[in-house]
Nanobody, 122 residues
Framework: QVQLVESGGGLVQAGGSLRLSCAAS????????MGWFRQAPGKVHEFLAR????????YYTDSVKGRFTISRDNAKNTVYLQMNSLKPEDTAVYYC???????????????WGQGTQVTVSS
C-alpha cells in the first residue's frame, strides 16, 4: 500500500514556474514507477510524465517535453514535477500516481494522490 500527497500547486502567471512535490508513505516506494497526470475541467486525465523506480529513465508526453521535468528522491520518498514556461492551457488539477509496471496508461496506476490545483493566468 502506498499513500501519496501532492503539494506545490497555486496561481502563476504565464511564463512562470512551479515545482510540484508528491510525498509517498507506505512500503517499497522505491519499487514503483511514478507518474504525473493532470485533469482540466471537463476533460479526462492526461498523462504527463513518468520515471522509473531508480530515476534512471524518464518519459514525457509531447505537450510538456522540454518544459516539465520529473525527478525523484527515494531517500525522501518524494517525486517532483518541475514546470517551466507555464501556459494558461496547463491549468488543471495535477496528480501523482504509482504503478508496478512501466506505463503511461492511467488504468495501470493503482495508487493516486488527491491532486493539487495549478492555475496559470494569461
Amino acid at each position: 500500500q502506498v499513500q501519496l500527497v501532492e503539494s506545490g500547486g497555486g496561481l502563476v502567471q504565464a511564463g512562470g514556474s512551479l515545482r510540484l512535490s508528491c510525498a509517498a508513505s507506505g512500503r517499497t516506494f522505491s519499487g514503483y514507477t511514478m507518474g504525473w497526470f493532470r485533469q482540466a475541467p471537463g476533460k479526462v486525465h492526461e498523462f504527463l510524465a513518468r520515471i522509473t523506480w531508480d530515476g534512471g529513465i524518464t518519459y514525457y508526453t509531447d505537450s510538456v517535453k522540454g518544459r516539465f521535468t520529473i525527478s525523484r528522491d527515494n531517500a525522501k520518498n518524494t517525486v517532483y514535477l518541475q514546470m517551466n514556461s507555464l501556459k494558461p492551457e496547463d491549468t488543471a488539477v495535477y496528480y501523482c500516481a504509482a504503478a508496478i509496471s512501466w506505463t503511461s496508461r492511467r488504468q495501470e496506476y493503482g495508487y493516486w494522490g488527491q491532486g493539487t490545483q495549478v492555475t496559470v493566468s494569461s
